[in-house]
């Protein structure tokens, strides 16, 4: 598959939901602690049919260039034959989109010094 023809699925958590999202460019960026994602790619659908979720989604990145997405929120990233239907789905236990979680660092360094 050509590097041009790539497609990745990336999954990630954002305010207590699942995106899952396509794009041709996916990479570690110069932004510590982001993985940057570019060329989103969305599904041509006829006029007559519309998926309101992936609708939701072209809103939201409509007119985004590059997205930067932080390492901890990904769930998972795989390179696909084509792309599918991006959409939100809530996670489990439904009270996911009242609370946000705590932003976790990347790197906690260790105390090699033996002291207190």
């Keep these: 598959m050509s590097q041009s023809k790539r497609i990745y699925k990336i999954r990630f958590v954002n305010e207590g939901k699942i995106y899952e999202i396509y794009a ?43 997205s930067y997405i932080p390492m901890h929120a990904i769930i998972r990233i795989d390179e696909v034959e084509k792309e599918g239907t991006a959409k939100i789905v809530a996670l489990p236990g439904g009270k996911a989109d009242k609370t946000a979680p705590f932003p976790m660092p990347a790197y906690v360094p260790r105390n090699e010094g033996g002291g207190d």
Excluded: I, M, W
């Design 24 to 66: 041709r460019q996916v990479y570690q960026g110069q932004l510590y602690g982001f993985v940057e994602v570019e060329e989103l790619v969305f599904g041509e659908k006829s006029a007559v049919v519309v998926d309101p979720a992936e609708e939701r989604l072209k809103a939201e990145f409509a007119g985004v260039k590059r």
